[in-house]
């Protein structure tokens, strides 16, 4: 839903200030995540992992190519990070039996049971961001932050063109 701003002056540092606000917004994401990560004494990428793939719990787990680009990272990041969590117990390696060459990866109990440890930490940060922001706007932002993602994806499409 873009409004017409046919009228209104080109601001390219509208642009700049959104990224700034991003990239500010992802050291403060990683900030939390670091505390919930510490907790498990796990990296910030290692606790992305384990969440995304316990995101997967229900369905088996997903496959190293998934939680690559889940994570945008390439899969030999995720083979590399997921070892030490194998080791530490919280995820476990199965091929697929219809192509040995895809490998999935799931939560073990141990992991389940460590991430409820953290669900009450996980769930008052969520219930304040909502509390703080309200549900609409929320969701709003939602719409508006995916949309900017499908411009930024368009954008390095272009780039992409032009070299």
């Known amino acids: 839903m873009a409004r017409d701003l046919s009228n209104h002056p080109q601001r390219p540092e509208l642009v700049e200030q959104i990224v700034r606000a991003l990239r500010s917004l992802d050291f ?11 907790a498990l004494k796990l990296t910030v990428p290692q606790w992305n992992i384990l969440a995304t793939i316990a995101e997967a719990h229900e ?5 190293v190519k998934s939680v690559a680009e ?9 083979v590399n990070q997921s070892r030490p969590l194998e080791d530490r117990g919280f995820i476990k390696r199965n091929s697929s039996s219809s192509d040995k060459r895809v ?16 669900a009450e930490s996980r769930d008052a940060a969520t219930a304040a961001i909502k509390k703080e922001m309200g549900e609409a706007a929320v969701l ?20 992409q063109v032009e070299d």
């Not at 889940?70 to 995720?78: G, K, M």
């Not at 709003?140 to 780039?159: D, K, N, P, V």
């Open 59 to 63: 369905q088996g787990g997903l496959p």
């Open 70 to 78: 889940a994570l945008r990272v390439y899969p030999s990041f995720i």
């Open 28 to 38: 403060l994401i990683s900030d939390v995540q670091a505390v919930w990560a510490s």
């Open 103 to 118: 490998v999935y990866l799931s939560v073990t109990p141990k992991a389940l049971k460590e991430l409820s440890r953290l």
């Open 140 to 159: 709003h932002t939602l719409e508006l932050l995916q949309q900017l993602e499908r411009c930024f994806a368009r954008c390095r499409l272009r780039l």
